[in-house]
Nanobody, 123 residues
Framework: VQLQAYGGGLVQAGGSLRLSCAAS????????MGWFRRAPGKERELVAS????????YYADSVRGRFTISRDNAKNTVYLQMNSLKPEDTAGYYC?????????????????WGQGTQVTVSS
């Protein structure tokens, strides 16, 4: 599956952004999807993941209550709604696919990371 993330930008602290990730290739609904981020000098970390049908989600403690992951299998797209943004949310954001929730949570993705989108939150 090929992935393309978009929707990033520059926003002030407290603001919102909605990221989208369009998938092409094999059946999108076969995959658990995740959003990851990587800040300069830091390791890549999982932000959120969502199961095949969208009924189960996982959030990192740092974003729980502020970010919401969702997916539209008819449009082969996964979204990340980010509210109450903080400067520490500044990072490159990437979407990725995996075969199970456990695989995505542990970083075992299927295929390539694809091109990410930059989110910059100013204080």
């Amino acid at each position: 599956v090929q992935l393309q993330a978009y929707g990033g930008g520059l926003v002030q602290a407290g603001g919102s952004l909605r990221l989208s990730c369009a998938a092409s290739g094999r059946s999108f609904s076969d995959y658990v999807m995740g959003w990851f981020r990587r800040a300069p000098g830091k390791e890549r970390e999982l932000v959120a993941s969502i199961s095949w049908g969208g009924g189960s989600t996982y959030y990192a403690d740092s974003v729980r209550g502020r970010f919401t992951i969702s997916r539209d299998n008819a449009k082969n797209t996964v979204y990340l709604q980010m509210n109450s943004l903080k400067p520490e949310d500044t990072a490159g954001y990437y979407c990725a696919a995996g075969l199970t929730m456990g695989a995505v949570i542990s970083g075992q993705i299927t295929g390539d990371w694809g091109q990410g989108t930059q989110v910059t939150v100013s204080s």
